[in-house]
């Protein structure tokens, strides 16, 4: 109920507006300002987690026994 309020005292103010300068006013600055807080926050907190992240790799225990991937001759059948 309290949108359509809003929406009626906004209507006359928009007509007011010159058409040929459009701008995009306070409201544009708000949703821009907690566009750019919430994408500051999003990098804050990747942050935090990738610091947690251990990158070393596991040895490979075939690499550390010597044994290739291919089979030998013999094996095969």
Do not use: C, Y
């Not at 949108?3 to 409201?27: F, Q, R, Y």
């Not at 994408?39 to 550390?64: I, N, Q, T």
């Not at 291919?70 to 094996?75: I, K, R, T, V």
């Amino acid at each position: 109920m309290s949108a359509s309020l809003a929406l009626t005292h906004l209507v006359p103010l928009a007509k007011e507006v010159d058409e040929n300068k459009v701008t995009p006013g306070v409201l544009g600055f708000i949703v821009f300002a907690v566009m750019a807080l919430a994408v500051w926050g999003l990098m804050k907190s990747m942050s935090k987690h990738m610091r947690k992240v251990d990158f070393e790799e596991a040895p490979d225990p075939k690499a550390e026994s010597g044994t290739t991937t291919a089979e030998p001759e013999a094996q095969r059948g």
